[in-house]
């Protein structure tokens, strides 16, 4: 049976990476990913990240879905139309399948998230 995840527990090791130089908007900034689950081969995944300030272009296939909510600090995101919405502390929210636009982290930012990825769909 597998064990019960509590989100109190010590985090996993955190993985470092940047956004891809050509999706950067300015300096790439510094990502971690501690991965507290993983499902489905990798489709579902959960856990906690965390960013520097910056800002790069996202765009998500149609099988990508993101819910998170923000621990500490602030982001932005702004659709390809120019919608924008912040979220800081508490707040919580859905990047869905398909969305296109720009991810800005205002101040170091930590979330935590549930991703949904099937690629094939």
Do not use: N
């Not at 130089?21 to 990798?42: D, F, H, Q």
């Not at 139309?81 to 919580?92: T, V």
């Amino acid at each position: 049976m597998p064990a019960l995840i509590h989100f109190s527990d010590p985090a996993p090791a955190a993985v470092e990476d940047h956004p891809a130089p050509e999706r950067a908007i300015g300096t790439p900034p510094r990502r971690l990913t501690a991965e507290r689950y993983c499902a489905e081969e990798g489709a579902l995944s959960m856990g906690d990240w965390a960013c520097e300030p910056g800002a790069w272009h996202i765009a998500f296939h149609p099988g990508r879905h993101e819910f998170f909510q923000v621990i500490s600090g602030r982001l932005r995101i702004v659709d390809s139309a120019g919608q924008a919405r912040e979220f800081g502390p508490g707040d919580a929210g859905i990047i869905p399948a398909g969305f296109a636009g720009t991810f800005e982290v205002l101040e170091r930012v930590t979330k935590r998230y549930v991703m949904l990825d099937r690629p094939g769909l």
